[in-house]
């Protein structure tokens, strides 16, 4: 039987820890007057009580290390458990919100989702904001920890490649996950400063560069105000743009180049194709926006290269009624959305990669079709895919596309308009943050969702933050078994 003391004690480290950082939003409230502090106090000291209960409890339980299984638990448990804390603050102080909408934000920030419940940002506490950006923040941070340290090692699910195509190569410079791990830190902390700095230099307030730099960097969304992004435009603009690209990236190639490496992030095929298809999707809709709207070019291409760029990242920030430019423009945004960044990033959805190994099964497919007698190895970017890789993949889009379509249907038969249940299911699973319909406010938010259509969605996030196989392999007895 599978021993989940490990898992329990490293849960509770990492609640004491987000107990601990509460102070940071008690802090800033306490600065401002703001009685709003104490729902941090009160959210920080249980949180550190419940965590460093747990933690003591089982302090003896990773003498042997973690075993594979336990990895997966503990992976599948942190986006549960460590929002259900995450979410006190929200309800103990401002905005009162209920167990639904509380849980919804706490994970809708941890999974990078950006999509809120929450409405007049602009007059909450600044402890409350500050709490969401943080809440993205560690997301961003943790996903890439998972994606690096976790799943590579295991050979399961869509994250395999990373065995044979950057896990290698990363290990041959640090072989030791301490090693990866405070590489990966230290390159998420250098970006998230300089797009802090950025901000600020081009104009925005001390707070407000602070909280969008850490949701840039962890391409997560979440602004301090109900227009997101729309009072920002102009430079602003292209400074996230930039910072968006970089966090899509993945971080493996970030820490060779901060290592003087360059050479492996320019070689790197899906770089490449991330940065190619940008361009493709910005060209279109461009094109079409000029051929059907009125409006100066400069001001079409800036408006639609920064939406087509914080949905194709997932970090969904939105300057422009995105909805607003027509039905074919809608649908391109939303296919750069099943796409997704690069593999290893803060990105979210389907990504990059897998789309390319998906292409060359297809290709080298048809090629078998008209030599079936030939034998061609599966490669990408001159590298051979192994054959697990390969199958794991298709399963990765065979589930992402089933659970698409059933967390579609499941919001439709809640009472959502077509267009609304449709956007709601792909906002969730691919971690976007936007929804579009009838149902969905002025501002972006989905409070006036029914309960259960936001609980639909939270499964959403949930399974798409993971990577759906990540959670599924769960749910088979075999894997308890051991």
């Given at each position: 039987m599978l021993d989940p003391r490990p898992v329990i004690y490293l849960i509770g480290m990492l609640a004491l820890t987000l107990g601990a950082l509460m102070l940071l939003p008690m802090a800033m409230d306490l600065s401002r007057d703001d009685p709003n502090w104490r729902s941090f106090a009160l959210s920080g000291f249980a949180t550190a009580f419940v965590g460093g209960?747990?933690?003591?409890?089982?302090?003896?339980?990773?003498?042997?290390?973690?075993?594979?299984?336990?990895?997966?638990?503990?992976?599948?448990?942190?986006?549960?458990?460590?929002?259900?804390?995450?979410?006190?603050?929200?309800?103990?102080?401002?905005?009162?919100?209920?167990?639904?909408?509380?849980?919804?934000?706490?994970?809708?920030?941890?999974?990078?989702?950006?999509?809120?419940?929450?409405?007049?940002?602009?007059?909450?506490?600044?402890?409350?904001?500050?709490?969401?950006?943080?809440?993205?923040?560690?997301?961003?941070?943790?996903?890439?920890?998972?994606?690096?340290?976790?799943?590579?090692?295991?050979?399961?699910?869509?994250?395999?490649?990373?065995?044979?195509?950057?896990?290698?190569?990363?290990?041959?410079?640090?072989?030791?996950?301490?090693?990866?791990?405070?590489?990966?830190?230290?390159?998420?902390?250098?970006?998230?400063?300089?797009?802090?700095?950025?901000?600020?230099?081009?104009?925005?307030?001390?707070?407000?560069?602070?909280?969008?730099?850490?949701?840039?960097?962890?391409?997560?969304?979440?602004?301090?105000?109900?227009?997101?992004?729309?009072?920002?435009t102009g430079p602003l603009e292209y400074v996230a743009v930039v910072f968006m690209v970089l966090s899509g990236l993945p971080f493996i190639r970030l820490i060779q180049l901060m290592g003087g490496q360059p050479k492996a992030l320019l070689q790197d095929v899906q770089v490449r194709a991330f940065l190619r298809w940008i361009a493709y999707a910005v060209g279109v809709i461009v094109a079409y926006r000029l051929a059907t709207q009125d409006g100066s070019f400069h001001d079409i291409l800036r408006g639609t290269l920064f939406n087509v760029v914080t949905l194709f990242t997932g970090t969904g920030y939105g300057s422009e009624d995105v909805s607003a430019w027509g039905d074919f423009p809608l649908m391109v945004v939303?296919?750069?959305?099943?796409?997704?960044?690069?593999?290893?990033?803060?990105?979210?959805?389907?990504?990059?990669?897998?789309?390319?190994?998906?292409?060359?099964?297809?290709?080298?497919?048809?090629?078998?079709?008209?030599?079936?007698?030939?034998?061609?190895?599966?490669?990408?970017?001159?590298?051979?895919?192994?054959?697990?890789?390969?199958?794991?993949?298709?399963?990765?889009?065979?589930?992402f596309a089933a659970i698409f379509a059933a967390l579609t249907a499941a919001l439709a038969l809640t009472g959502l308009d077509t267009r609304t249940a449709l956007t709601a299911a792909w906002t969730a699973i691919c971690n976007i943050g936007p929804a579009f319909g009838p149902e969905v406010g002025p501002t972006g938010a989905v409070d006036q969702f029914p309960t259960i259509s936001k609980w639909l969605m939270i499964l959403g996030m949930y399974l798409g933050r993971l990577e759906v196989l990540a959670v599924l392999v769960l749910f088979f007895p075999r894997f308890w078994r051991g």
């Open positions: 209960g747990l933690a003591g409890a089982t302090r003896n339980a990773l003498r042997d290390g973690l075993g594979r299984r336990q990895s997966f638990l503990l992976a599948s448990s942190l986006w549960l458990v460590l929002p259900a804390f995450a979410a006190l603050p929200f309800m103990l102080g401002a905005p009162g919100a209920s167990w639904t909408d509380a849980y919804f934000e706490a994970l809708s920030g941890m999974t990078t989702t950006g999509t809120t419940v929450f409405v007049g940002l602009d007059d909450m506490p600044r402890g409350v904001l500050l709490w969401r950006s943080i809440l993205q923040w560690l997301g961003g941070l943790g996903i890439v920890v998972v994606a690096l340290v976790f799943l590579p090692v295991l050979r399961v699910g869509g994250m395999q490649h990373f065995q044979s195509e950057g896990f290698d190569t990363l290990g041959k410079v640090m072989p030791r996950v301490y090693d990866i791990s405070l590489a990966l830190l230290q390159v998420y902390l250098a970006l998230t400063l300089a797009a802090i700095i950025a901000f600020m230099a081009f104009g925005m307030s001390g707070f407000d560069a602070l909280n969008h730099g850490l949701t840039t960097a962890a391409t997560g969304g979440f602004s301090t105000t109900d227009q997101s992004f729309a009072i920002y939303m296919l750069v959305g099943f796409i997704g960044a690069c593999t290893a990033s803060t990105g979210c959805s389907i990504k990059v990669f897998r789309f390319l190994v998906l292409f060359e099964a297809i290709k080298l497919r048809m090629r078998q079709l008209g030599s079936p007698h030939q034998v061609v190895a599966l490669r990408l970017g001159g590298k051979r895919l192994e054959e697990d890789v390969v199958s794991s993949v298709i399963v990765m889009f065979t589930a």
